[in-house]
């Protein structure tokens, strides 16, 4: 287990703002997010090439979200949605990236006439998007998404029933804080231990996606890191808390020696 931290707490901050934050998180485990004024481009991705060489950093990267919905019903705008998740896995391919973030699709009002359309659709665009990151040798991973949004893929059933039709082998990248929200944390771990790739922590009390400090929420880290830590989770525990980074930090590595 590698603990890390997500460039989500400086999402608000210019771009070579964010470049110091980096530099100065006592971690070389970053998380980078594609979105916002931290948008890619080619600039941004050979400064970040440069930090990497120079400071011994690693990387992964969080795919756009904030209006990348894969199983739009219309098919101009969902292929707009998917040519820029496309272009974050090659910017994520130049990085070098060791996991590339994506979030599953969402119903919207045309369900109610059309319904499993966007589940049909959320399929499809999964498919392709792991398609194109194979070509392109990134790791990418589909992340279980919050409550009360009417996204596609939140529950334990909900990744069951992607299991059984989507025909692929996908990672998960499982956040704690979203589990959560459904009291299911246990139960993702122990029904997809195999399958779970990258992690991503922030607290919360339990009612919605507030992204917290560790231990100012209500989720029992003890308990949490103990049952990672005993299915020999090998990969990246990233913290997407928007403020006490470093106290965050803190805390899991206790954790992390302690079990």
């Known amino acids: 287990m590698e603990l890390g931290v997500s460039t989500l707490f400086c999402l608000h901050k210019p771009f070579d703002e964010a470049l110091t934050e980096i530099l100065l998180a006592d971690t070389t485990c970053i998380e980078l ?14 400064r970040l090439l440069e ?78 998007l792991m398609k194109f990151a194979r070509d392109y040798g990134v790791p990418a991973m589909i992340e279980n998404v919050p409550e009360p949004f009417p996204f596609l893929m939140k ?23 979203h589990s959560n929200l459904r009291r299911e944390t246990g139960e993702f771990i122990r029904q997809f231990h195999d399958r779970i790739g990258h992690i991503h922590v922030s607290d919360n009390l339990g009612g919605s996606d507030e992204h917290l400090q560790l231990g100012n929420g209500s989720i029992d880290w003890e308990e949490t890191i103990s049952t990672i830590k005993a299915f020999h989770f090998d990969g990246w525990v990233v913290i997407e808390s928007f403020n006490g980074i470093e106290e965050s930090l803190r805390l899991l590595e206790r954790l992390k020696d302690r079990f």
Do not use: C
């Open 155 to 177: 529950s334990v059933e909900d990744f069951e029933r992607f299991y059984n039709e989507v025909g692929l082998d996908v990672k998960i990248v499982l956040d704690i804080a």
């Open 33 to 46: 997010t594609d979105e916002g004024l931290h948008a890619l481009t080619q600039p941004r991705v050979e």
């Open 51 to 128: 930090l990497k060489a120079s400071y011994g950093l690693r990387y992964t990267l969080h795919a756009p979200f904030a209006d990348a919905n894969i199983a739009a019903y219309d098919a101009s705008v969902r292929e707009a949605v998917l040519r820029r998740l496309e272009s974050s896995m090659v910017w994520a391919s130049a990085l070098d990236v060791e996991a590339l973030v994506f979030h599953p699709g969402a119903s919207g009002v045309i369900e109610h006439f059309y319904p499993g359309v966007a589940w049909r659709l959320n399929l499809k665009s999964v498919r392709r």
